[in-house]
């Protein structure tokens, strides 16, 4: 057997706070530990090999939203350093039509409204209208000025049916705690599937919708829920860019027809696990297993047979926060098929 | 589990953080003559037990055994569950010393010290609960009697909780466990082996204390989730004092007698038993169409056989999707396939022992057409059953390829064989059926009258759906989960009267069953455990 793999969480989300009967409280340890937990594994590497890791827990809540929490946060940077006119120019490919942007011409800065992407013979354009006192009219920007095209936090959208303009952030400043160096519009406008959670889904989509989430940034409290920074294909205007995915794992879904391979997949509960956990093209494969549940102890029995038959490595992690008490992990890593 | 709050997960994971596991071990004399003497001739006699005559004695003795010292209520409450079973029990005595005169003497003292002790209006644990309820702090909040049977929660409510002095003390079972409700402390009535792990790993208390007999054998500490061990974690943080690192019952007095084991005092299916009673009800039929079948344990200790194979769906009721808003009751009400039920759901069965709860309310859509339909499709299964019966599955499965089914292949055909499938998804899978039973003339007369019996049978899954989801918005999914049961009616005629029982345990046993007999309550269920 090889040595153990170590890992580990970069740094802690601090200044996090929750809802507790009208007072805002400093988040416990047990749901800090959680997104310290998916943190650690945003930063696993797999090859060759994948990350089997099963966590019990007195009660399934907000396990598998809040490490999902950690993922997304800290695998939020990835593909943002700096952007190539083409990476800009697919952000802008993102936006809806009615989009509220800024356009630079003659060295100022105008409010406009992003009316699409026009392709013609000669090239794509980035077609907007100027809000100008003077001389308002529809611009077609080429694309290798497409960066002429500023996104702010503060972009809005017009929504066509309603006419009302919606914030395609809604809560920028409780997202950007959750981010490094992105932007919060930057976040938003890419989509890259980092994270699958299957289990009920209307159990985890209310617990995403919570507002009872809050962060304190500069001495203010800015409230939020998860979902704000976990983005959930399901849970945010259709053909908006996401980051999350929630499935059910009832009702003869097969997953394994699903969309891509997300850089974790985390089975919210014991009768996901047993149904679709065995798949482990999946690099990382988290399993929250409830002690209430009904297949818990079959779960718990399946996972660690896997821990004696299949594991390559054992691994080791490196928190922030201390292992809850109520709360037990077994890790392993295994050789992918 | 259902949706918990972040601040109830806050006080799961508190009381998870500071649990005190505490057992008291209470005495009493003739209960403990009672259940020793008990064990010591199921011991001495095993040969003799083994003759079915001694069956409902022995069961009686067992079951009475299990409740005086499962219930918290006086002995005399516990004899008045079962007088015919005791009036049966002191007749049998009369008579065995005919027949096995040997074990007549300590069958008869077996029988009288049950008498005696069942005769008293003591309650040992009860009374000790109390005491402790009692003197304990006002500040504790609320308070809980664990009982290991949803069964007996109402009549031990209406003993402790009849007066405003125990209004604080509610009465639970281990399912209630899993919401996120918090107590001051749980008296646990019984042996720890008696409850699941996650009562005492997962608590929802901070102080819970069992109440066990002295003469039973118990579990040590609680296992760890993992059995290979777990994954460590390395952190500069101080982790405070960690009381499920030593996660083990004190015991608060002295005992050295334990002689029965506490997995032996619980009643189990009579699996044998469930095996004879098919196998009745299957002799004597020309032909009965068998399906395969988990059997499954109910609330109130009802057992129904329920269809696993195939495509067979059940609807149910699923707490865990419980959440508290206008969506809440509609999460929780749906037709799952019947491999995916799990304990703690809820199935509906039709009461009276009837089956299938679907088929009345379809008849009732169709009118004064039902019978005229249900006969025109009994026709066509019927030739078709014995079609396949005469030719052989295979031979059946390859002419109806012939004459043109696609989808003709063995779990399929087993399906149009039932009763419980209406029709083929393709006309041209029913129109192969008719050429193979000779009725292609009728084919489009047959399909049409299939597919209204298949449209009145969606609408009535429908509306029966809809009455459980109003059930469900109007009281709490709390209260179904508290007593673990409700009846509802659809209609006014009693054949829309439906049971919600709580499923407390699949077997993992496999049965071969007449179709006729899934979906129906076992009648008898006192025979059937042992």
Known sequence: MANKISVKSEKPIESFYFNHGGSWELMPNWAEFFV??????????????????????????????LIALGIVSARSDIGHQG????????????????AIVQCLEKEKKYRCEFLGIETREDGEFVKVKLHRVKNEGLRLIPKKYCHKVILSDGVQQIDRATSRKLDIIQRPNFTKHFLDTVSPMDFALQQRLECQIIGRQNILSLEARSDVFAVKDEGKLETGNLNDVLRVK?????????RTEIFTARNGD????????????????????????????????VAVLDRTEPNFSVASQNISDMFVNRRTREV?????????????????????R | MTYLELAEACSVYNCCGSVDLSRRRVNHSQLAAFAILLNRFRANYREELSDEIWNPFMRFMKRQSYRMQAIPL???EIRGFDTVGLKKAAAFVEKIKYIYPDVDDDARALFESYDRVSALDDNPIGDLILHEFSSGSTSDGHSAILLKDSKWIASTENLFCASKKFRKLHVISPEDLKAGDCYGRIFCVGPARWFPDYVFSSARAMDISVFCYRWISDRKPIQTSFPVGSTHVVTSKLKPANRMDRLVFVDSNDFRDEFVDAEELVPTV?????????RQETSGNDYVHEVSAHLFVLEGDCLVMLETERDSKTLVIDPLSWHNDNEGAEATVNRIHTSEIEPGMFAVIRSGGAGDYIEPMADEILGSRAAGLRSYQNKWKKLLRAAVREAGTEQAIKSLKAFGSDKANYINLMNWMSTRKIKTRDFADFQAIMRLIGLEDEADELWQAAEEIHAAHRSAGFSIRRVLIDRISQTSIRDLQRTGKTTFKIGETEEGSMLVLRVKKILPETFTVPESSVGKLLEGSDDLWQ
Request: hydrophobic share 40%.
């Open chain 1, 36 to 65: 310290d937990l998916g943190a650690a594994l945003a930063s696993v590497e797999t090859d060759s090999e994948s990350l089997v890791l099963a966590v019990a827990t007195p009660t399934r809540a907000f396990a598998a939203n």
């Open chain 1, 83 to 98: 952007y190539t006119t083409d990476q800009h120019f697919e952000r802008l490919c993102n936006l809806k039509p009615g």
């Open chain 1, 234 to 242: 399901n849970m945010i205007r259709t053909g908006d860019p996401f």
């Open chain 1, 254 to 285: 097969h997953l394994e027809t699903k969309n891509d391979i997300p850089h974790v997949t985390i089975y919210d509960g014991a009768y996901g696990f047993l149904k679709f956990g065995s798949d482990n093209k999946r690099p990382i494969r």
């Open chain 1, 316 to 336: 080791e992690f490196r928190l922030n926060n201390y292992l809850p008490t109520g709360i037990e992990i077994l890790a392993f890593m295994e050789a992918q």
């Open chain 2, 74 to 76: 006086p002995f005399s």
């Open chain 2, 270 to 278: 009579n699996i044998a038993g469930i095996q004879e009673r098919i």
